[in-house]
Every structure is written in structure tokens, then in C-alpha cells.
């Protein structure tokens, strides 16, 4: 019977055994399962990369950015600055219109509280008469009453007639343009003293008198 040899297997055998095994595995991962060059070529080519800022240097998506928030801000503030400027007007006009109408009132009040000052005598009588004549659409000019004044009386207020017919018949003319009491009473100008005498009162009336029968005091050039 031939003689069978036997085969000794050693440590360096039991390697390389290994090693041959495990490329076999690889092979067959790499036809079997795993990604060709061209899937991992694709599916690089599909991922979004964005652009990364090197060393502090923006990107132009940064700049954009930044000038957009520039502007927005740069209006914000243009309006804040508009709407400033209309309420400073605004309340500018407020004050002028306040101060105009105090001065206003003031005005008023002045002229409420201070009435006009004439002196005591023919010359201030006659301008206050005039003044009042104004108001109360009296016609005449301080030339007329001055004139009749001094042929009446010479310009003195207490003046009495006591020898004419009005003196005969109990009604004398007194006063400085010579007035009778019916007449005075008829022709009474209101808000002057109710006296014959009063030389205010006396002028005035008598002015009304002559605007009633003659036009105007101014003419009258003789006993009235």
C-alpha cells in the first residue's frame, strides 16, 4: 500500500491563509455593495456649499446684507428726525398763537381799564365831546363847537342867560353853548352827567340838538 505523506501546516501557513481570506471578502463587498466612484462624484456635486469668509473678509451676501441695514436704519432715523421737526413746529405755532391772543387780551384789558384822560378845562371839555360826539355819530368839528362856544358863553360853563325870553318865560339858557332844560332833557346824550351845566353833557347835547335842526353844530353861526 503506497504511503500516504502528510501535509504540515505551519503558523506562517495559517497567515497567509488569512490574509487571502479576508481580500476575497473585500472583493466581493466591492462587487456586490459598496458606492462606484461615479455615485460618490454625484452625490458631492449635489451638496450646497456656501461661501466662507477667509480671514475677516465679508462675503459679497454680507455686504448686502449690512447696506440693507444701513439704509432701513438711515430711514428710521430721517423719519424719527421729520416727525421731531413737524411737532417743534407745531408746537412753535401753539406759542405764537397764544402769545398773539394774550397780547390781544392785554390790549383790551388796557383799554377796558384805562379810559382816556382829558384836562379839566374848555380845551379838554371840547375833545371829550368830540370823543363821545364819535361814538355816538354826533357830527361836528372841535372848530364849530369852539366857535359858538365863545360867542354863547366865552367859554364859561356856569354861564346864565337871565334876560331873554327863555329867562322870561322861567326856562333860561345856561351852560356854555346856552342850552334850555326841555332842550337839554330832549337831547340828552346817554352815559353824560344828567346836568344842565356839566360842560360835557351841555356840549354834547346842544351838538345833538344842532345835528337835529341844522346839519351840524359846525353850521351854526348865530343864537340857535
Known amino acids: 500500500m503506497p504511503r500516504i505523506s502528510t501535509l504540515r501546516i505551519t503558523r506562517s501557513h495559517k497567515i497567509a491563509t488569512a490574509v487571502l481570506v479576508a481580500a476575497g471578502s473585500v472583493s466581493a463587498i466591492a462587487a456586490t455593495g459598496g458606492p462606484s466612484e461615479a455615485q460618490t462624484t454625484a452625490a458631492r456635486s449635489s451638496i450646497s456649499v456656501e461661501p466662507v469668509a477667509a480671514a475677516g473678509i465679508p462675503t459679497a451676501k454680507d455686504a448686502a446684507a449690512k447696506k440693507a441695514a444701513q439704509e432701513t436704519a438711515a430711514k428710521e432715523a430721517a423719519a424719527k428726525k421729520a416727525a421731531a421737526d413737524r ?3 407745531a408746537a412753535k405755532d401753539a406759542a405764537e398763537e397764544r402769545s398773539e391772543k394774550q397780547a390781544a387780551n392785554r390790549s383790551t384789558e388796557r383799554k377796558a381799564v384805562t379810559p382816556k384822560k382829558f384836562a379839566n378845562n374848555l380845551d379838554g371839555w371840547i375833545r371829550e365831546s368830540l370823543d363821545i360826539m364819535k361814538k355816538k355819530n354826533i357830527p ?6 369852539h366857535r359858538n362856544i365863545m ?18 318865560n322861567g326856562i333860561p339858557s345856561k351852560g356854555l353853548l346856552q342850552v334850555i332844560q326841555p332842550t337839554f332833557d330832549a337831547y340828552h346824550v346817554k352815559g353824560t ?4 351845566t356839566d360842560p360835557v353833557a351841555n356840549i354834547t347835547a346842544a351838538a345833538n340838538y344842532a345835528a337835529d335842526r341844522y346839519g351840524s353844530i359846525d353850521n351854526v353861526d348865530s343864537a340857535y
Do not use: F
Open 87 to 89: 411737532k417743534a413746529s
Open 140 to 145: 361836528g368839528s372841535y372848530e364849530g363847537l
Open 151 to 168: 360867542r354863547e358863553s366865552s367859554g364859561n360853563p356856569n354861564a346864565v342867560n337871565d334876560w331873554d325870553i327863555n329867562a322870561r
Open 193 to 196: 352827567p344828567k346836568k344842565l
